[in-house]
């Protein structure tokens, strides 16, 4: 059994707790230590069963011999803590729901969750620290870039590039053969039928740019 800890203690954390629970309960995989977060106010407690050790520091000192998860939805946060982490010894455990449907060809980055319900296809790449959220259709030749998140109810069709730092919301459809530009964050339910640059925001059916995403200022 591997040791995890899951790093984010919020809604989202609690849920890959419970992704990581049914992967054990498929195929005994995990020993889940429980979860670090910044937030002192949640550290010392127990979230649904699991104890808040400490926040980052805390797994940076007690990395050896552990495999962590980023369960932080949005990219510039799993990047800074990718790179507050990257002198520590820590691993990236991938994590994959049994009810994921996962074809050939499919290369997985270190650092992926992968939920129930979620179909990727077949000749498809994913970066490190990917998010595909519940539910979501990710086609042929597909490129997912790092830190790029997913939402639940996505439709990505066939050929599409999305770079990375990219935060697609839920119930977005992208096109076949589109390219989205990195860090750039689609709204909900928008329907995107061309190409999108980098660095912006989109909304609506087609999606349109509103406006420039601040955080490429960060986001190196």
């Known amino acids: 059994m591997k040791k995890l800890v899951v790093v984010g203690a919020g809604g989202f954390g609690r849920e890959v ?8 309960q498929a195929r005994p995989t995990w020993d889940i230590l429980g979860f670090v977060d910044d937030n002192r106010d949640l550290q010392g407690k127990r979230l649904n069963g699991f104890p808040v050790l400490g ?4 797994l940076a000192a ?3 011999g552990k495999y962590a998860i980023l369960a932080l939805g949005e990219p ?5 803590v990718a790179e507050r982490l990257k002198d520590s010894l820590i691993r990236y455990a991938t994590l994959i729901h049994p009810a994921a449907v996962i074809g050939d060809f499919v290369n997985i980055g270190a650092g992926t969750i992968i939920a129930a319900g979620v179909v990727l296809t077949v000749n498809i790449n994913t970066g490190k620290h990917v998010i595909i959220n519940v539910n979501s259709v990710i086609g042929h030749d597909v490129t997912l870039g790092e830190y790029v998140t997913i939402a ?16 697609v919301a839920a119930g977005v459809t992208i096109r076949d053969e589109v390219t989205v530009g990195p860090h750039t964050i689609i709204g909900l339910g928008a329907v995107v039928t061309g190409d999108l ?3 912006v925001v989109a909304l609506g059916c087609p999606a349109k740019v509103v406006r420039e995403n601040k955080t490429k200022k960060v986001f190196k």
Request: aromatic content about 6%; some cysteine.
């Open 76 to 80: 510039e946060i799993k990047r800074k």
């Open 17 to 24: 707790v419970q992704l990581a629970v049914h992967q054990n």
């Open 152 to 167: 639940p109810d996505v439709n990505v069709m066939g050929a599409a590039t999305i770079g990375q730092g990219c935060y």
């Open 55 to 58: 926040g980052l520091d805390w």
């Open 62 to 64: 007690n990395a050896e």
């Open 197 to 199: 640059p980098g660095a």
